[in-house]
């Protein structure tokens, strides 16, 4: 049968505005996260990834904060543009290393910038 | 930057008929690549596990008999849903990674079965 279809968490902002979304994870072992843009139709696309044994990374306009007591991850965007709207994924994975292991995706939220 | 590409990108079939989706991994030897399913609205949730050479591994529910999965070589994987049904409709969508190298997304192929 159908899949029972759930609610996406939204975010409205105006052009300009810097961008906070929120990520709870809940296996204890992830020890890498990564933040994946997905515009409709088309695949994931990486954005930043953090490791366990950092709690902060700035990318270009974006920042990533990991708070692995409360197994939280957020992806902060600066100056937000319209071509940031889109649906964001956190994704997590126990890589041990430098490698990818099979990645587990968080819910998404949508993320809608006016002008 | 890697590129992965999969094709089709969207495809329209009768219940009952079978189609395969190619993943292709084209500047770089994918020793294992990852299929996901998405439903609208929804997350992407992992289906397989396919490594070069061996048999999927199949993530728990998903029929191994109705998803088959091929990674004949280095740089191709194939998913074909046999005899697909309106339930199987969904965006399908590959990722391919080298050993040791970050993992990169296709295009995803939007499966439309009537």
């Known amino acids: 049968g159908e899949s029972v279809g759930l609610h996406l968490p939204t975010l409205s902002v105006q052009e300009g505005d810097n961008s906070i979304i929120n990520c709870a994870y809940s296996?204890?072992?992830?020890?890498?996260f990564i933040w994946y843009k997905q515009e409709s139709g088309k695949g994931p696309q990486f954005i930043i990834d953090?490791?366990?044994?950092?709690d902060k990374r700035q990318g270009q306009r974006v920042t990533v904060l990991l708070n692995k007591t409360v197994k939280h991850l957020s992806l902060q965007i600066a100056a937000t543009q319209p071509g940031d709207s889109a649906v964001y994924f956190c994704a997590e994975t126990a890589a041990g290393g430098t490698s990818y292991g099979k990645l587990t995706f968080g819910q998404g939220t949508i993320l809608t910038v006016h002008p | 930057g890697a590129v992965v590409s999969q094709h089709p990108s969207w495809v329209i079939c009768k219940s009952g008929t079978s189609v395969k989706i190619e993943c292709r991994s084209l500047?770089?030897?994918?020793?294992?690549m990852f299929w996901y399913r998405q439903f609208p609205k929804q997350s992407l949730m992992l289906m397989a596990t396919s490594n070069e050479g061996s048999k999927a591994t199949y993530e728990q529910g998903v029929e191994k008999d109705k998803f088959l999965i091929n990674h004949a070589s280095l740089t191709l994987s194939t998913l074909t849903v046999t005899s697909a049904h309106p339930e199987d409709s969904s965006f399908y969508i590959c990722s391919a990674s080298a050993t040791n190298e970050k993992l990169f997304f296709g295009s995803g192929t939007q499966l439309s079965v009537l």
């Open positions: 500047d770089f030897q994918a020793t294992t």
């Open positions: 296996n204890s072992a992830s020890d890498y």
């Open positions: 953090i490791r366990s044994n950092m």
